[in-house]
């Protein structure tokens, strides 16, 4: 089993000491999550709280996470970085595809691309892009970005984008993974056709339906347990006997969730208790 930490909602002043010191406990990689703002009066309710609230304030730090694993990758030497998750039909698949390929050659393609399709409308309207159509734009873009993120001369006609040949360059050096988070029928879907799922903190009871409903997708596909996948998930009881049984469920990573405070929000820990809490997990798990 191989393990990532969540440094999301982490004040951005701290985020090289703690992914070089995840490096050095034996992470595989760190997530970063994303959005542009936050609103001072939240619009919408929120999927993944039990009382519609998002988990963070509107000081919280949320760099951007392109340009923070450019940054993060000159500070260490195998450790990987994955958006969780990248909402990407707020953007452009150009402006999308260049910042991924930039950050996946600058960090020597340690990178991976976590996406989702959104949840907060207002947030899609402050950008002028639709919210109806985000999830068929956003399996469209994940096309057009291949081509564009490859380095060659492409052109594509689709639904919703249109061009004649072009070339992004540089390309990027080797293929970038792409997880899709979400538990709708479409995202499941979504995540079938592509290269992983990222869930979110789940009872080990939770599980098994949900990856069988994955089996089942890939199948439909003609996909088969030969065929790399992979499966991203937090445990609400991360203790040795439930990585085990995640693992022989079909789970392949397993993530440990963002630092929160005692009401469930972005933690205002101190560096040094952040760091604290990953060398006890590492005592632990990963020696």
Known sequence: MRFWQAIAMTDIDQLPTLAKRAEELGFEGVTLGDHPVTFATQYESYPYSADGRVLWYPETHWPDPWVQVAALSQVTTTLKFMSSVYVLPIRDPFSAAKAISTAARISNDRIMLGVGVGWQESEFDLVGQSFRNRGGRTDEMLTVMELLMSGQVVEFHGEFYDFEPLQMSPGVNKRVAVLIGGFSSAA???????????????????????????????????????????????????????????????????????????????????????LADMEKFAERHLA
Do not use: C
């Not at 990222?198 to 409903?213: K, N, S």
């Not at 088969?224 to 998930?233: C, E, K, L, R, Y």
């Not at 392949?252 to 101190?270: F, Q």
């Open 188 to 274: 499941y879907k979504r995540a079938a056709r592509n290269d992983g799922w990222i869930g979110a903190e789940h009872d080990i009871e939770e599980l098994p339906p949900m990856v069988a409903t994955l089996k089942q997708e890939r199948a439909a596909l003609g996909k088969t347990a030969a065929d790399p996948f992979d499966i991203i998930v937090a445990l609400k009881q991360p203790t040795p006997e439930n990585f085990h049984r995640a693992e022989d469920i079909g789970v392949t990573r397993i993530l440990r969730n963002a630092w929160l405070d005692e009401n469930g929000r972005a933690s205002v820990m101190t560096l040094a208790q952040k």
